[in-house]
């Protein structure tokens, strides 16, 4: 089966541009999760959505914004990009979105967003 | 609002050696999971071993096991037998929604 997609792996973008990642989950997964990640830090959770419906939400501002499509797959999208959004981006599916004794949250590689 | 705390940004061990990374939380909640996750320089983040609270009994996984200090809001992994392969960042992480830590690089000497 195939694991956590992201795509794309890299991009460079300019200050003020838009970007889209994209993420599809592992199949049957009904939740995706959203985190960036600064170089030489933690990832820090930016949403979840379950079952179309946002779940959670980081201490972000409103230019992150994300949405899940009918077949889970999830976009997150950030407007008006600062050198600060500089980050890997990683894309988390589970079953659900309680990380219980027998779900666990599967990692993607993440896209790699460079802004210049 | 939870908090994890990892203090050694670098550990060294040498290799069939153990070596104890450290992890304390900051948690109002009663029931909660607690999680090791090790990122190689892949990228791509592996769960490595998890706790629930509500378990007194410390969870292990083959060379990888917990001390779990829960009035002390402390989470330890210890790697026991280290191999050349367990070389990563390893992060602990708190809760449903992962709150990380800043992580611990572990290098392992042959």
């Known amino acids: 089966d195939a694991g956590v997609t992201q795509s794309p792996t890299h991009l460079i973008k300019t200050r003020g541009q838009q970007v889209t990642l994209r993420c599809s989950p592992i199949s049957g997964h009904k939740s995706v999760s959203w985190y960036q990640q600064v170089l030489g830090q933690g990832p820090q959770f930016i949403f979840q959505?379950?079952?179309?419906?946002?779940?959670g939400r980081g201490n972000f501002p409103d230019r992150f914004s994300a949405r899940q499509f009918p077949n889970y797959s999830s976009e997150l999208n950030v407007n008006a990009l600062l050198l600060g959004d500089s980050a890997l981006y990683l894309c988390a599916s589970s079953l659900i979105p309680e990380i219980a004794l027998n779900t666990e949250a599967f990692f993607g590689q993440g896209t790699r967003l460079t802004v210049v | 609002a939870q908090t994890v705390t990892q203090s050694q940004p670098e550990m060294s061990v040498q290799e069939a050696e153990t070596v104890t990374l450290s992890c304390t939380y900051d948690?109002?909640?009663?029931?909660?999971?607690l999680f090791w996750y090790k990122q190689p320089p892949s990228r791509q983040m592996i769960l490595v071993i998890r706790q629930e609270a509500y378990k007194q009994q410390n969870a292990t996984e083959n060379r990888f096991s917990v001390n779990f200090q829960k009035a002390a809001k402390s989470f330890s992994l210890k790697i026991s037998d280290s191999q050349l392969g367990d070389a990563a960042m390893y992060f602990c992480?708190?809760?449903?929604?992962?709150?990380f830590g800043a992580g611990t690089i572990l290098r392992v000497k042959s």
């Open positions: 992480a708190y809760g449903n929604k992962l709150v």
């Open positions: 959505y379950y079952e179309k419906e946002e779940r």
């Open positions: 948690t109002s909640e009663s029931d909660y999971y």
